[in-house]
Every structure is written in C-alpha cells, then in structure tokens.
C-alpha cells in the first residue's frame, strides 16, 4: 500500500499545483492586476510581444467560470494521461501549449487569446490519438470513454464563435495528436524497454492465431 501511495503521491501533486497556478493566477488578476493580465501576458496573433504568452496564457482566465469550466476537463483528463507517469504528462502539456499556442499566434483572431482550452484540446487529442500509436488496450478503452464524455463538447467548441478562440482549441487538438506520436514512434515508448512497460498487452493479442500448418 505504501508503495502506491510513493507512486500517485507525485502525480496528483503536479496536477493540483499545474491546475493550482491557474487560480493564483486567476485571484491575483482579480485583486492586484484588475484585469489587466490578460492583455499583457495573452497571446496577441502575429506580434513579436504575443509570442510570449504562449507560455503564460494558459494560466490567465477571464473570470471564474472561464477558469472553471477548464479545471473539471484538465483534471480529468490529466489524471488518464498521468495514469503513465509524470513525465508523460509534462510532454504532453508542453507539447500541447507549443503547438497549440503558435498555432494561435499563427492563425488566430485579433485580441488576446487566454485560458487553458487549448491544453484541454490537447490532452483529448492525445487520449484519442494514442491508440493509434501505442496499439494497447488500455489506451483504447480510455480512447473510448474520452470520445464518450467529450466528443460533442470538443466538436462543438472548434466551431468558430464570437468570444471563443477556436484557433487555440483546435491548435490544442493537433498538438495533442503530435503529442502521441512523438511519444509513441514506431508503436513503442521511447526510451522505455519491452520487459519494464507498465502495459505490455498490445491489441495485437485481438488478432486470430494463424491456422495450423498441414502436412504434405
């Protein structure tokens, strides 16, 4: 028992404190900034001062809700990706921030872009692509509860909306795709040998044995 506690206590450690700046973040721009955050920290499409908030917008919201309304997702879906490992789960935050704030900075609307929609996209992407990549089980059964729980709500969030920054969702969703390959070239865990994975059942296993040789 102590030795899963050793295991998960880090995991969920990280995921309150990643999700935890968000409301420092939040509380200071309510009380001290008064708003103000968004405008100096966003992402501003196409502007030399913009290409820094692709590390700091993430962690500004616009009010509660907006802040919310993306806790709920991220640490859901955070705690599937976290399931193997920390690292993991930085690669597929930095990943997702990357891709997807430069895709915003890129492609998006004028205005300043915040909030952390684009790494919720990009955790989904990444739940749902991983399969694809790693060919395990367990990734496809997550594959299918992720598509379940958030398939309409994601689909309907890339439709472009006054208010919305679909660019960032939709960036966050390929960089979630981009995630699962890098992390899983050739069908196999970088960096991590067959003997120590902590899934080694593959879907293959789904396939019928061959038929049985006759002789002559």
């Known amino acids: 028992m102590s030795g899963e506690h050793s295991i998960w206590r880090p995991r969920i450690t990280v995921l309150l404190v990643f999700v935890g700046v968000m409301w420092l973040v939040r509380g200071v721009d309510m009380l001290l900034a008064q708003g103000r955050l968004a405008g100096a920290y966003g992402i501003i499409p196409r502007t030399w001062d913009g290409l820094e908030g692709i ?97 309409s709500a994601m689909g309907y969030s890339l439709i472009p909306a006054a208010g919305i920054s679909w660019s960032g969702h939709f960036f966050g969703f390929v960089g979630g795709g981009v995630a699962a390959r890098l992390r899983y070239p050739g069908g196999t865990l970088r960096g991590v040998p067959s003997s120590v994975r902590t899934d080694p059942m593959p879907l293959e296993f789904l396939k019928p044995p061959p038929p049985p040789r006759t002789g002559r």
């Open 55 to 151: 590390l700091t917008a993430p962690f500004i919201h616009a009010n509660f809700d907006h802040l919310l309304s993306n806790t709920v997702p991220l640490l859901i879906l955070g705690a599937l990706i976290l399931l193997r490992g920390v690292p993991e789960f930085l690669f597929v935050t930095g990943v997702s921030m990357l891709v997807g704030g430069f895709g915003t900075w890129l492609f998006g609307g004028s205005g300043a872009h915040i909030g952390a929609s684009g790494v919720v996209f990009g955790y989904f992407g990444y739940l749902v692509f991983r399969t694809a990549f790693d060919r395990r089980v367990s990734s496809a059964v997550i594959t299918l509860a992720v598509a379940g729980l958030y398939a």
